[in-house]
């Protein structure tokens, strides 16, 4: 599965760079803490990008049904239960905690977005404290173990377009033990959650000013900002008032266009099926998510009928050839078209 959903990025990404993967010990209890601004894509980004085997908190409100949840929790998800899932839900998360803590007495590994909800917006919002909690409770319960916090900055340049390029930083790790008192805790959790937001503000880009947001947003695009550099980003945002808003240049002929219609009429069918689909979104953060699951599942199968066709008035030589070109189209088509950035 974990081959699978590379296959997948792959083709839903025109840039994956991977930075600090030195720093992901290899062995002991760890918490993967990451900001989250593109729904379920940077839950997968995280596991199919080390080898430690993750297990990942998701919003209980995923597991729709007995064959999601059952498939959902095949991939390590375990479902989390927030206020708006129901009040007498919130109790459900004592079973979840317990079920953390022994995950990490095993060292384990556990994956925590503590911004609490995903966003689209390039900041870092304030931390929940569940997974200082874990980090608490897990010690009380096991205290030899040294829990190990690894932050994660993951930057995209454009969070809803086609192909977006995304970059993964691994920050150094972070002993959970120093800033937790097992015997006297502080329940506001002051110290971890601060010196989290920190190493996260230094792995992505933090865009404090609300007010402004929008026109700092447009300078830095202006500025053309590589936005999956968050260390060029937070340099070019230091002198943002030093940038003047400019029309965009003119963007220059992509000589691929060709290559990429013949692409889009050779998946005519699954495209007016996005269509449809990205027209039913109603939270656009899920954008990239549910065009992932369309790469996944709708294209191959797609192509493998059309396949079966050629297959069937031909013979396998050209169903092969056919097959084979297909694939080099989507892979030259993600790898070569141009986004807008947003």
Known sequence: MRAYLKIGLFFLHKKITIVGKENIPKDGPILFIANHQNALIDAILIPTTTKREIHFLTRASAFTTNLISKFLKSLNMIPVYRIRDGFNTIEKNVS??????DILKNEGAVEIFAEGAHHLKRQIMPLKKGFARII??????????NIQIVPIGINYDSHLNFPSSVSIHYGQPILANNFVNTENPDLRFTAIINEVTIALKN???????????????????????DFTNPIEAAELLQNINSISETKPT?????????IHLITKLNSILPLLIWLYLKSKISDIVFTNTYRFALILTVFPLFYIIQTLIIYYFYNSYYAL???????????????????NKE
Do not use: R
């Not at 979840?96 to 803590?101: A, G, N, T």
């Not at 300078?219 to 900002?225: C, D, G, M, T």
């Not at 003119?250 to 060709?258: D, E, G, L, R």
């Open 96 to 101: 979840v905690f317990e079920q953390c803590f």
């Open 136 to 145: 608490l409770g897990t010690l009380q319960k096991y205290p030899h173990l």
């Open 203 to 225: 792995l992505t880009l933090h865009i404090k000013d609300d007010a402004n947001y929008d026109e700092t947003i447009s300078k830095l695009n202006s500025a053309n900002v």
């Open 250 to 258: 003119k963007s220059s002929v992509n000589w691929f266009f060709p």
């Open 321 to 339: 050839i056919y097959l084979g070109i297909s694939i080099l189209l989507g892979i030259i088509s993600t790898k070569t078209m141009s986004i």
